[in-house]
């Protein structure tokens, strides 16, 4: 025999189940109308268009410049990504390791980049690189992104260090290795999973950062995203399929990084810090 509170979680299950697919749908049939819009040649009636053609898609390089614009997507992306891991890796280990007067202060001030919206500190990290001649460069829109890409390399790594006995560091100090040695031949090896995951995580958001890289991009330093934008509201006439085509390469690119980046993720080490238990 049931009890109600049996009927009342079935209820529960069954409406959160209702929700996840109608969101599911509806995200569905936005990505399906921008993908059939961007090979359709006319859509006025009817649920599919007249024809398709590829066309829009090289209309689309050209009027767009998507070469010059993915070159300068991959430049910025690259720049954050490395400057990133070469920043919040020690970061990491040194939360990890060592306890310091202001410890929670200092992971206080990591996280709060990621816990306010980007343009809370945005407009005020734009004029202070215009001021300083960097606003409106490629440079300006790699350092806008440092921001908050850097901490959340120390926040996706510091599990990862986490989980490594100590003891190893330790037995590697008494036979003799420094500290360079032990971080390049033992730490490496065995932070690389999580190195890659955090790499990864920050390419894909930094691909995806619209408001910092709107505020600090010129004329020459627009990543993909940007231009999406300008595309869509700049003055002049320009043709939706055009832009449809441009938004797909957009999801695309986004897409692949996104499954690669869940290749190398263990999503348990993202929820919390997981510890290894130490043998007494």
């Given at each position: 025999?049931?009890?109600?509170?049996?009927?009342?979680?079935?209820?529960?299950?069954?409406?959160?189940?209702?929700?996840?697919?109608?969101?599911?749908?509806?995200?569905?049939?936005?990505?399906?109308?921008?993908?059939?819009?961007?090979?359709?040649?006319?859509?006025?009636?009817?649920?599919?268009?007249?024809?398709?053609?590829?066309?829009?898609?090289?209309?689309?390089?050209?009027?767009?410049?998507?070469?010059?614009?993915?070159?300068?997507?991959?430049?910025?992306?690259?720049?954050?990504?490395?400057?990133?891991?070469?920043?919040?890796?020690?970061?990491?280990?040194?939360?990890?390791?060592?306890?310091?007067?202001?410890?929670?202060?200092?992971?206080?001030?990591?996280?709060?980049?990621?816990?306010?919206?980007?343009?809370?500190?945005?407009?005020?990290?734009?004029?202070?690189?215009?001021?300083?001649?960097?606003?409106?460069?490629?440079?300006?829109?790699?350092?806008?992104?440092?921001?908050?890409?850097?901490?959340?390399?120390?926040?996706?790594?510091?599990?990862?260090?986490?989980?490594?006995?100590?003891?190893?560091?330790?037995?590697?100090?008494?036979?003799?290795?420094?500290?360079?040695?032990?971080?390049?031949?033992?730490?490496?090896?065995?932070?690389?999973?999580?190195?890659?995951?955090?790499?990864?995580?920050?390419?894909?958001?930094?691909?995806?950062?619209?408001?910092?890289?709107?505020?600090?991009?010129?004329?020459?330093?627009?990543?993909?995203?940007?231009?999406?934008?300008?595309?869509?509201?700049?003055?002049?006439?320009?043709?939706?399929?055009?832009?449809?085509?441009?938004?797909?390469?957009?999801?695309?690119?986004?897409?692949?990084?996104?499954?690669?980046?869940?290749?190398?993720?263990?999503?348990?080490?993202?929820?919390g810090k997981v510890r290894v238990q130490k043998?007494?």
């Open positions: 025999m049931l009890h109600k509170s049996d009927l009342g979680q079935g209820a529960i299950r069954i409406a959160f189940g209702v929700l996840m697919a109608f969101i599911i749908l509806n995200v569905a049939a936005i990505v399906a109308v921008v993908a059939v819009n961007s090979f359709g040649t006319q859509w006025f009636t009817g649920w599919l268009p007249e024809a398709f053609t590829t066309n829009w898609y090289s209309r689309a390089w050209k009027e767009f410049q998507l070469g010059d614009v993915l070159w300068t997507t991959a430049l910025a992306v690259g720049a954050v990504v490395l400057l990133s891991v070469l920043i919040g890796v020690p970061a990491a280990y040194v939360l990890a390791r060592v306890d310091f007067p202001g410890k929670r202060l200092v992971t206080l001030l990591f996280l709060l980049p990621l816990l306010v919206p980007p343009m809370t500190y945005g407009i005020p990290l734009a004029t202070v690189l215009y001021q300083v001649n960097l606003g409106g460069s490629l440079w300006g829109v790699i350092l806008a992104n440092l921001v908050p890409c850097a901490p959340f390399v120390v926040m996706v790594m510091t599990p990862f260090i986490e989980q490594i006995d100590t003891r190893v560091e330790v037995a590697a100090r008494v036979f003799g290795a420094g500290t360079l040695t032990i971080f390049r031949r033992i730490l490496m090896p065995l932070l690389l999973p999580g190195i890659m995951a955090a790499s990864l995580l920050v390419l894909v958001r930094t691909i995806s950062m619209f408001e910092l890289t709107f505020l600090t991009a010129g004329a020459d330093s627009q990543t993909l995203v940007v231009a999406l934008y300008y595309a869509v509201f700049a003055a002049g006439i320009r043709s939706a399929q055009s832009i449809d085509a441009m938004a797909v390469i957009y999801m695309l690119t986004t897409l692949v990084w996104v499954l690669i980046a869940f290749r190398f993720i263990d999503p348990t080490q993202m929820v043998s007494s």
